[in-house]
T-cell receptor, first 112, second 115 residues
Framework: AAGVIQSPRHLIKEKRETATLKCYPI?????VYWYQQGPGQDPQFLIS???????DKGSIPDRFSAQQFSDYHSELNMSSLELGDSALYFC???????????FGQGTRLTVV | KQEVTQIPAALSVPEGENLVLNCSFT??????LQWFRQDPGKGLTSLLL?????REQTSGRLNASLDKSSGRSTLYIAASQPGDSATYLC??????????????FGQGTILTVHP
């Protein structure tokens, strides 16, 4: 069965650079969630989209922005990167009629 | 604000032992509760999902229970194996909106099963 696809799997950026993470949800899933997991931390909710509109917002820095496109894939844009942005970034997708969200394998971002 | 706590933070057991991981949450208004497994530096593998109307779910050697009124869940692992070594995360989806996949995670239990 198709799963949530995240790209890239690994990304190394320098401080003050910009990074773009992509998430391709399971087919027919209309909702996407983004999470950040710092080293030794539990995943923290950043932001979510339903039918291309932002549906909820968590502890997402102002330097970050995200959107969901017409094909339901989502991108998380991170600017002015800081060392503390180094983390695993997870995307999850869900169909509105089902309460279970499915997670991708994550993108590991390292800021040097 | 929902808070999820997992006890113990770490657990080391010999192979073959049955074990219980505990999870508690402060707000009982949840859609569901989910247990995940995470290997070091890897993604989240969903183990079991319990809807708020359910009391337990089973998959192989795993059994998860939910007592929503008391804000508690347990994950029971039978006949543990070294391959079970990982971090186990409990997460709840809060009711009151449509963001079912907006989860609040616990800090996890680091499980080590030694041969």
């Amino acid at each position: 069965a198709a799963g949530v696809i995240q790209s890239p799997r690994h990304l190394i950026k320098e401080k003050r650079e910009t990074a773009t993470l992509k998430c391709y949800p399971i087919p027919r899933h209309d909702t996407v969630y983004w999470y950040q997991q710092g080293p030794g931390q539990d995943p923290q909710f950043l932001i979510s989209f339903y039918e291309k509109m932002q549906s909820d917002k968590g502890s997402i820095p102002d330097r970050f922005s995200a959107q969901q496109f017409s094909d339901y894939h989502s991108e998380l844009n991170m600017s002015s990167l800081e060392l503390g942005d180094s983390a695993l970034y997870f995307c999850a997708s869900q169909n509105f009629m089902n309460t279970e969200a499915f997670f991708g394998q994550g993108t590991r971002l390292t800021v040097v | 604000k929902q808070e999820v706590t997992q006890i113990p933070a770490a657990l080391s057991v010999p192979e073959g032992e049955n074990l219980v991981l505990n999870c508690s949450f402060t707000d009982s208004a949840i859609y569901n509760l989910q247990w995940f497994r995470q290997d070091p530096g890897k993604g989240l593998t969903s183990l079991l999902l319990i809807q708020s109307s359910q009391r337990e779910q089973t998959s192989g050697r795993l059994n998860a229970s939910l007592d929503k009124s008391s804000g508690r869940s347990t994950l029971y692992i039978a006949a543990s194996q070294p391959g079970d070594s990982a971090t186990y995360l409990c997460a709840v989806s809060n009711a009151g909106g449509t963001s079912y996949g907006k989860l609040t995670f616990g800090q996890g239990t680091i499980l080590t099963v030694h041969p």
